[in-house]
């Protein structure tokens, strides 16, 4: 009786692991097939090279390029505001503040990742942008910079939080020894534990990384969208994410070329998170084998 009653409890187990799974294959198979739908209209080589993306206009043009660009501009920037603000506030908990100190601000750095992203974007247009434009004249009113300032601050506790548990999950004899040769606070902590905590770091790092890369409403709102192929912080742009909400709006009838084009842009975007999270798995690993 007591093997049923196991039996039956691991089959309800795995039951609840495999929804991920599934969930997972069902969202592939659904992109799949709509993106098949739309490259039997629209040439595989344009969309991935082409520099004009205009599904909209009369004149329609379906190269990726400006939407990746943007994609990646606004994340770059954002990853320039939260790894060494992130990094440094995981260092301060982990090896200067006490404990109380700690127990208090922690939880309220991870309050930051609870803000609706939606209040991010109007911070970012009615807060961010006036005090740049008095530093950059001429600066457009929609712009990638404060976007991704804001969108840097957002993901913040991605990175302190996740690096602070792998700095506290390095052994304390590491530390001890560091001390003992002589090490400062400061040496100890980005020549000893930094190092020894790299794998959780980095996998933190590569998830705000995914974050920001799937970030909707704060690009909407004040970056723009306008879709050009540009690198430039200054300039108004728009994102994967930010077009799908565009066309999902319902003024684009479904089935049509328009409508399919958010199934070829979702599964590029995908595509970049699963890459991020590959390159997080194959990093994490090289590090753990580094130092064991």
């Not at 206009?57 to 954002?78: C, D, E, H, M, W």
């Not at 890369?213 to 306008?226: D, F, H, K, N, S």
């Not at 003024?251 to 590959?278: H, K, W, Y």
């Not at 390159?279 to 994490?284: A, G, H, Q």
């Amino acid at each position: 009786m007591q093997k049923v009653k196991e039996k039956i409890i691991e089959t309800i187990l795995l039951l609840c692991s495999s929804i991920t799974v599934f969930t997972t294959l069902g969202i592939i198979v659904i992109l799949a097939i709509e993106t098949f739908q739309f490259f039997k209209d629209v040439s595989i080589i344009e969309f991935f090279t082409g520099t004009e993306w205009t599904p909209l206009f009369a004149n329609k043009k379906f190269g990726i390029l400006p939407l990746v660009s943007g994609t990646l501009l606004t994340t770059f920037i954002a990853i320039l505001v939260a790894l060494p603000l992130g990094l440094t506030i995981a260092v301060y908990l982990n090896e200067y503040a006490d404990k109380r100190f700690k127990a208090v601000i922690k939880p309220l750095l991870e309050v930051l990742a609870a803000i609706p992203t939606v209040v991010y974007g109007f911070f970012a247009l009615t807060f961010i942008t006036p005090i740049l434009q008095s530093f950059i004249p001429g600066l457009s009113g929609f712009n990638a910079l404060s976007a991704g300032l804001v969108m840097g601050v957002m993901i913040i506790p991605y990175v302190s939080s996740m690096s602070e548990d792998a700095l506290s999950a390095v052994p304390n004899s590491l530390r001890e020894a560091a001390y003992g040769m002589g090490s400062t606070r400061l040496q100890t902590a980005f020549k000893v534990m930094l190092p020894a905590a790299s794998s959780g770091v980095i996998v933190s790092v590569i998830l705000a990384i995914s974050r920001a890369i799937g970030e909707t409403m704060i690009v909407a709102v004040a970056a723009g969208q306008e879709p050009r192929f540009t690198f430039n912080p200054l300039n108004s742009i728009e994102t994967i994410t930010t077009y799908i909400v565009q066309v999902s709006m319902g003024d684009v009838p479904q089935n049509s070329i328009e409508f399919r084009s958010i199934f070829a842009a979702g599964i590029t975007l995908f595509g970049l998170t699963f890459i991020l999270n590959n390159i997080s798995f194959w990093m994490k690993r090289k590090f753990v084998e580094k130092y064991e």
